[in-house]
């Protein structure tokens, strides 16, 4: 059984190197590219891999389905370039698929790291990152769960074994918790218009607090420390933000 990985890049160079050594097992990587103008498109010819282009739509998921349709694969893993694949994984992976009945679709757990240090509160973050070609579909909304189109089992790797969670540099710095907070804002609010919500004074305000209680409490963030407070703090905020954002389109446009 062969694996493609699909690579998602828009001005990746920072640890595209990283993430694509950690791939190196693979049958075929693939770098679905929104037009980079910095070093990635080099990092990736010079790793071998297959590129391919889409328009830039400002984040990965809308280009997902078009990118696992040019690989040749059985089996699809994807990754983001800020990603990295312990080699543990793939070859718990290898070892999945080879199985007589494998499962269809794979949840995969993530260490987030948040300002140099994995978070406990956004562990163990399972996600379907792998599974058997034309089994799953994305969508074009961004944090959007992915669609399941057949699956006759689907497999979580347990949380437990940590050495088998991908690797993500989430957030560096927090100029980059604020400015992708504000464009991933703005997309949540075109979600909530699809859905015809409506602003709520008393969601806005629990809504912010129950994230602070769930990230600092619920999932131990105070075990983190000041990195802990300070992220329950910021992905308060986040919240807080998508509905005043709501607040001022229905202010603009009523």
Known sequence: MSISVVIHTYNSEKYLEECLKSVALADEVL???????????????????????????????P????????????WILVVDSDEIIPKE??????????????PEIVLIPRK????????RALYPN????????????????????????SCSELYKIDPKKQELAIIH????????????????TTLELEKLLKRDKSFSLTYAIFRPFGEFI???????GFLDGKHGFILAVLLAYY??????KLWEYEKNNN
């Open 31 to 61: 770098i679905c590219d929104m037009y980079s103008n910095d070093k990635t498109i080099k990092i990736a010819q010079k790793h071998g891999c297959k590129i391919v282009y889409h328009k830039n739509v400002g984040f990965a998921d």
């Open 126 to 149: 399972s996600i379907l990152r792998f599974f058997k070609k034309n089994s799953v579909s994305f969508s074009d909304k961004v944090h959007c769960t992915p669609l399941i189109l």
């Open 239 to 244: 919240e807080f933000l998508t509905y005043i």
């Open 169 to 184: 540099y989430n957030y560096d710095t927090i100029d980059d918790f604020i400015s992708r907070t504000n464009k991933y």
């Open 63 to 74: 280009a997902r389905n078009f990118a696992i349709s040019q690989t040749s694969s059985d």
């Open 214 to 220: 769930k990230r600092y409490v619920l999932k131990k």
């Open 112 to 119: 987030n790291f948040v300002f140099g240090k994995a978070m």
């Open 89 to 102: 994984l793939f070859k718990y992976l290898r070892e999945l698929i080879s199985k007589q009945e494998p």
